[in-house]
Structures are given as structure tokens and as C-alpha cells.
């Protein structure tokens, strides 16, 4: 919770910061705010402010059950995953100075280990690999960003929605999917990040990335483990991934506009 609060906070400080004038905000000429809706918005959709982009990171989620043993004397372990990877991509379009909108989809994987849980740093409960979770997520975010959308280093924040579908393989009698149905979660999410311009075509980003959602352990139909009798099991978990993008811009960074030289005869 501490590591989501601070995630939070971090959001919270790169929506609202204003930057001070710089050589960035010169050399963009869009609108800073939405004066006119159908002129500002909606055409700016048909404009050349699209970009393309391709993500890859680390993704870590909070534990799914905590079980007793078979054997109560034997203590508590928890269902968890280990750190996976993801990859994905999607398109962004810029309809302000600072403001844009991007939809995107994600594919990610994660190993799910059984930890002991009897703060003892015992390790007699631990199972490695017993099944492996895989999702699929379809995400929109408004993306606010501190500087204009062309500057050379800008950090950024965004809020959206996502909806994550769950697949479990299972390598172990001790997890199954059988009977379940693929577990969907609908949930917001928020990230915040810097991007980089590399060329006036190319830029890349760092960002993380927090959601939470709908347990996919927990419900009518949703996948099981048989470890144990289960203590806790909640309702929703939290999820952070940590992503490298690479992005292409369609359009051009608009140039400064210049003031003629006056001269005196």
C-alpha cells in the first residue's frame, strides 16, 4: 500500500505542476486550453498529431490468497506471483499543448510461487512454478503532460480505464482453471513517466504504470487453489507495471513563429 500511495502522489504532482516558460513552450504554437470543442478537439483528431508506439517492461502484482496449510501446525502460505514481463503497443493522438489521449493494449506473464507466511523468513511452504497467469488488456488513459507534448524532456501523468481479461496454465494440481471462466476485471488506472524526444520523429518513455482490479481468485467461476483452507482472500488486487516505449510521431514539431528584423535607415 505504501508503494501505491506514493505512485499516487507522484500522479498527483505531474498533473498539476505548471512549468515555467522555456524554449519548449515556444516552439509549439497549439492551445494551451479547448476554446472551441468541434475546432480545437475534434478536429485535432483528424490532424497530423497521431503517434504509434511499442511498450515492453516488468509487471508485479499483490498476493491473491493467503492459505493454512493441510496441517494447520505447519503455519500459512500465500499465493503470489513472481515478477513477469509484458509487451504491448498502441496509438496516441496530442489535441493540446499539453494534453492527449492514447488507447493500448497490453499482453503480460507472471510465474505463481506459494511463499510461506509465518514471519519467520521459513521456507518449508514455498512451491515455485506451480501455474503460470497470463492477461490481456485493452486500456485508455488521458495522458497531461508538465511541458508541451514536443519538448526534448518532458514528464507526464495519466488517468483512464482498462479492462483485463485472466488465462491460467496450470503446472500443478494445486491451482486450476477447470470450471472457471475467464475472469474479466474493469478498472481505472493511473501512471505517470517521462518522455524523451530522440528526433523530431522519435521519442521514448519510462513510465509506471498502477491498476487495480477484480481478484481473479476470488468469485463465481474464477480460478482455485486447493493448498489449503483460505484465510484471506481478497476482492481486488493491485498491479504496477514498469514499462520502456519507443514512439513514432506522424506529425511535425511546429516551429517557432519569427518577428522581422525592423531596420533603421
Known sequence: ??????????????????PTISKAQVADSTKEHAQDFVHDVLRALLAPNWNLFAQGGVTTSDR????????????????????????????GVDILLRTGFRVSYTYASSDLNFRTNNGTGSKAL???????????????DVVRY??????SITPYGSLGIQGTWWLLDEKSPLVTGVGA????????????????KASNKFSGRLEAVLAGGHNPF?????FRSSAGPVIDEPSSVNRTDFRVAA????????LPSTTPAVTHE
Open 1 to 18: 500500500m505504501l508503494k501505491s500511495r506514493w505512485l499516487v502522489v507522484a500522479l498527483i504532482c505531474s498533473l498539476v505542476a505548471k
Open 64 to 91: 491473491f490468497l493467503l492459505q493454512q496449510a493441510v496441517n494447520p501446525s505447519d503455519g500459512q502460505r500465500s499465493l503470489q506471483s513472481a515478477t513477469g514481463f509484458s509487451i504491448g503497443g498502441g496509438a
Open 247 to 254: 514512439v513514432y510521431h506522424f506529425g511535425r514539431a511546429k
Open 146 to 151: 508538465m511541458l508541451p507534448t514536443r519538448a
Open 126 to 140: 514455498n512451491i515455485d512454478n506451480v501455474g503460470t497467469l497470463k492477461s490481456q488488456t485493452l486500456a485508455l
Open 181 to 196: 471462466a475467464t475472469p474479466f476485471s474493469l478498472s481505472p488506472l493511473f501512471s505517470f513517466g517521462v518522455q524523451f
Open 218 to 222: 476470488t468469485g463465481n467461476r474464477a
